[in-house]
């Protein structure tokens, strides 16, 4: 074959394969893609009705050409596993606790230190602000975690139910079994608050209260109620001893293949939801107390939270000193 043949054999075969090209690129642009979005929370839960809302505005920004589909109630599992679900892609859209989020990307762990925060307010206003887009950006950045960070969500002060007694002083904690994330910091923070910290998935929980296996676990009213902890630990007292918010993340496999446009509609209505989670959580945290109230739970008020506060002295002795620029920083926060 002469080489003016071969260039041009060769030239044709490359404009087919550009041409070839151009309406694959473009349908693939223009693919529909559910995202797949996972929540260990009931249906109805603000952060899965905040997530649902979303989605839904995604549909209409795209004209349903992106959209997303809800899976609560632990049908994927529960946060340990629909995270390792999320970093290989299978899931698309997840709503885990920073408590979590700690052993995967150390640095979030400044959020679960114990009494951090001076109240619900000053949580929001960290979130809200530039140390909160720094948090965020930690996960993101992270190669191990092979997670994107979209906003942070609410959900309010934890404190401690338990099946045997009312706690209304630190020594009323004592040799009772309760259920913490799994996270050193809160194995280490219940136990020096001389309970017995026992690290166990959210969705073990419900199960392990009514058999026995714990005496108590410790968190925000909606999940103590609308994950039906309540029957089974009637005594919740108001320790409010953590102030841990929640991540919705995004898969960083599934992100890579978004366009730009595409990712920042993302960025945007997390954003939003954000805010619109704060409004919903108000509103299920009372509704949450009301019905905790009408079924017998026995509500205790702890008038003064200073014994538990020096209790987790060693926590902070720990823990503390790796964290202290930022703790510094989110204690400034007026």
Known sequence: MRRRDFIKISAGIGAANLAGLAPFSSARAQAKMVFKASDVQPAGYPTVAATENLGKKLSEATGGRLSVQMYPSMQLGGEKETIEQTQIGAIQLLRVSAGTMGPIVDDINVVNMPFLFKNITHSEKMMDGPIGQELLDKITAS???????LCWMNSGARSLYNSKRPIKSIEDVKGLKFRVIGNPIFI?????LGGNGVAMGYDQVFSALQTGVIDGAENNPPSYVFSNHYTAAKYYSLTEHLVIPEVLLFSKRAWTNLSADDQNLLKKFAREAQFEERVLWNQYEQQAMEK???AGCQIVEIADKTPFQNAVKPVWDKYGPKYQDMIKRIQAIA
């Open 292 to 294: 905790a109230k009408a």
């Open 188 to 192: 280490d923070m219940m136990n020096s």
């Open 143 to 149: 190669p191990s975690a092979n997670l994107v960070a």
